[in-house]
C-alpha cells in the first residue's frame, strides 16, 4: 500500500487518500487529524499535499498550481520570475487555462488562473523538472505574450513603446529578450489577441535570431 512518505510533493485527492486508510470507519475524520496536526496540507476541497516534514520532499508550487485547476500551466510573471528574467517578486502564482478564469487562496499562497483561447493554449509551453519534479509551464516568449495580452490597457504599437515597457516597466533582461526565439511571438500572432504588437516583436527578434544562427553555423564549420 502507498504511504504518505511515498506519495511526496504530488497533490493528492480525497479517493487517493481514502484508499489508504480503509480500515477506518471515518476517513473524513483521519484526514482532519493529518490536517490538524500538520502532516497534510489543505489545497482546496477534496485536494492535499504532504507537508515537506513528513514527506522529506520539498513542495513545488509550480506543480501545485498545475495540479489545482487545469488543464493549465504556470506562466505571466511567475513563470518569467523562475526564468529570472525580471528581479520583483510576484504576489501570486499565475498560470492560464482553458477552463473559466478561477483564483484560489491557501496556506501556501494565492493561486490565479486566467482563461485563453483553446488554439492558443499549446503554444510555447514546456515540462520542466526542477528538483526532481516535472511540471508545465510556459517558455519564456510564452510568458510574455501572456502578460502582454492580459495586462489591461497596454497597447504596445511601436518599437519604442515595447523597448520602454521591457526596460523601464518589467526591468527585463534585455540580453535574454534579444535572444528569445521570433517564432513563439508569431504563432501566437496568428492565433492570439494584440497582433500588432506581436509583429512589432517579430521585426525586433527576427534578424537578430538569423544573426545568432549565422554564427553559430561558422563556428560549427571551422570545428
Same mark, same amino acid.
Not at 493554449?121 to 517558455?139: D, S
Given at each position: 500500500?502507498? %504511504?504518505? %512518505?511515498e506519495?511526496?510533493?504530488?497533490?493528492v485527492?480525497?479517493? @487517493?487518500?481514502r484508499? *489508504?486508510?480503509?480500515?477506518? /470507519?471515518s @476517513?473524513?475524520? #483521519?484526514?482532519?487529524? $493529518?490536517? #490538524?496536526?500538520?502532516?497534510?496540507?489543505?489545497?482546496?476541497?477534496g485536494?492535499?499535499?504532504?507537508?515537506?516534514?513528513?514527506?522529506?520532499?520539498?513542495?513545488?508550487?509550480?506543480l501545485?498550481?498545475?495540479?489545482?485547476y487545469?488543464?493549465?500551466? @504556470?506562466?505571466?510573471?511567475?513563470?518569467?520570475?523562475?526564468?529570472?528574467? !525580471? +528581479?520583483?517578486?510576484?504576489?501570486?502564482?499565475?498560470? *492560464? %487555462?482553458?477552463?473559466?478564469?478561477?483564483?484560489?487562496?491557501?496556506?501556501?499562497?494565492?493561486?490565479?488562473y486566467?482563461?485563453?483561447?483553446?488554439?492558443?493554449?499549446?503554444?510555447? !509551453?514546456r515540462?520542466?523538472?526542477?528538483?526532481e &519534479?516535472?511540471?508545465?509551464?510556459?517558455?519564456?516568449?510564452k510568458?510574455?505574450?501572456?502578460?502582454?495580452?492580459?495586462? +489591461?490597457?497596454?497597447? $504596445?504599437?511601436?518599437?519604442?513603446?515595447?523597448? &520602454?515597457?521591457?526596460?523601464?516597466?518589467?526591468?527585463?533582461? =534585455?540580453?535574454?529578450?534579444?535572444?528569445?526565439d521570433?517564432?513563439?511571438?508569431?504563432?501566437?500572432?496568428?492565433?492570439?489577441? #494584440? /497582433?500588432? &504588437?506581436?509583429?512589432? !516583436?517579430? #521585426?525586433?527578434?527576427?534578424? $537578430?535570431?538569423d544573426?545568432?544562427?549565422?554564427?553559430a553555423? *561558422? =563556428?560549427?564549420f571551422?570545428?
Amino acid at each position: 500500500m502507498t %504511504t504518505l %512518505t511515498e506519495i511526496g510533493n504530488t497533490p493528492v485527492d480525497f479517493a @487517493v487518500l481514502r484508499s *489508504m486508510f480503509p480500515s477506518h /470507519k471515518s @476517513v473524513n475524520n #483521519k484526514i482532519s487529524e $493529518l490536517e #490538524k496536526s500538520g502532516v497534510l496540507i489543505r489545497l482546496k476541497k477534496g485536494m492535499y499535499v504532504v507537508s515537506p516534514k513528513e514527506s522529506g520532499k520539498l513542495l513545488s508550487l509550480e506543480l501545485i498550481a498545475n495540479h489545482l485547476y487545469g488543464p493549465s500551466y @504556470v506562466s505571466m510573471e511567475s513563470a518569467l520570475r523562475y526564468f529570472g528574467l !525580471i +528581479p520583483e517578486r510576484v504576489y501570486a502564482n499565475l498560470s *492560464m %487555462t482553458v477552463k473559466h478564469s478561477r483564483e484560489f487562496n491557501n496556506q501556501l499562497g494565492r493561486f490565479i488562473y486566467t482563461q485563453c483561447q483553446k488554439e492558443y493554449f499549446p503554444i510555447g !509551453i514546456r515540462q520542466e523538472i526542477h528538483a526532481e &519534479t516535472a511540471f508545465l509551464i510556459a517558455t519564456p516568449e510564452k510568458a510574455l505574450c501572456d502578460l502582454i495580452i492580459h495586462t +489591461p490597457n497596454l497597447n $504596445l504599437r511601436f518599437k519604442k513603446e515595447i523597448l &520602454t515597457y521591457l526596460e523601464e516597466f518589467l526591468r527585463f533582461d =534585455m540580453d535574454a529578450f534579444y535572444q528569445m526565439d521570433y517564432r513563439i511571438f508569431e504563432q501566437c500572432a496568428e492565433v492570439g489577441k #494584440k /497582433k500588432v &504588437t506581436f509583429k512589432k !516583436i517579430v #521585426k525586433i527578434l527576427k534578424p $537578430l535570431n538569423d544573426y545568432f544562427l549565422q554564427i553559430a553555423d *561558422m =563556428m560549427l564549420f571551422e570545428e
